[in-house]
């Protein structure tokens, strides 16, 4: 028994000095498309090992062609047919139909660029946001990173569901970048905490040090030596951020507060539930279980892919 053991972790041993030999072949390349190339090549690579990652990223990609190409190919009539309401699933309609007669995996597909937008815009301007500030508060410090985590933290302790429908009814949203706007701004906080505890850390170590007897710009510390210490954080985030912005976006939406267009997840389950109260036709569930069956895809692909990002990212974890 204990000498197979000792075989396998030989073996395995061999294979993690493969790969890291194979890595460094690689990271050694003379130009920039190749240096980029390489690093798609090792990305790739350890994606298809972690096989979890893998399968994140494949639905991922799945989604953002539905959201893109989806529309274009899969046609959304929108004619109320009330013969073929409550259709059961078939090869013209895989969901089935909803209260209209209209196909509901046509609803889910046009309803997903709206929704998928509004997740990337707020995640974009959280991750910007976190990082401006969250650079700004450990790396200058002083009254400035007193001003700005005294602000974090008051608005980490706020409830978000009840200022986001507050925001929602005042400002009346109508324009998809304010909304996404709106679900940023609880977003930035945690992060920039984050980002302002990896930079404080960082600026003991000794290349920071060494950066600052040189005489090295503030543009220079921040982008070549902090930014990419902390990429794995603000990618990571990213996947996570549009996750939890969906599920918001799709709940107030759920609750009539926002109005959008009648394909949006939330408003499919809102007219849905109006129009099936106490869940008494059991075909109509679909129209409600298509849109959370879709989210709960979505947020098993976040997760999946952000440990296999991670991974990428960080050299340290291949080792492991």
Known sequence: MSERKDRRAERLERRKEKQRLEWERLQKASTPWERFRNNLIISAKILYRNKKAFIGFIILVIFLLMATVGPMLIKLDTTTDYMGRYQLPSLSHPLGTDYQGIDIWAQVVHGSRDVLTVAALAAIFTIIGG???????????????????????????????PVFMILAVKMNISNMFIFAAILSLFGWAGLSMQIRAQILSLKERDFMLCDRMMGMSNRYVIFKEILPNITSYLAINFVMTMYNAILMSVGLMLLGIISYKATNWGAMINMAKQNNPGFTNPVG????????????????????????????????????
Request: aromatic share 12%; glycine share 8%.
């Open 131 to 161: 990082f401006i500030l969250g650079a700004a508060s450990g790396f200058i410090g002083g009254w400035v990173d007193t001003v700005i985590s005294f602000v974090a933290k008051l608005i980490l302790t706020l409830p978000q569901t």
């Open 285 to 320: 569930n679909l129209n409600i279980f298509a849109p959370v069956a879709v989210m709960g895809i979505f947020q098993m692909a976040c997760i999946f892919f952000s440990s296999g990002l991670e991974e990428i990212i960080n050299p340290r974890l291949r080792e492991t």
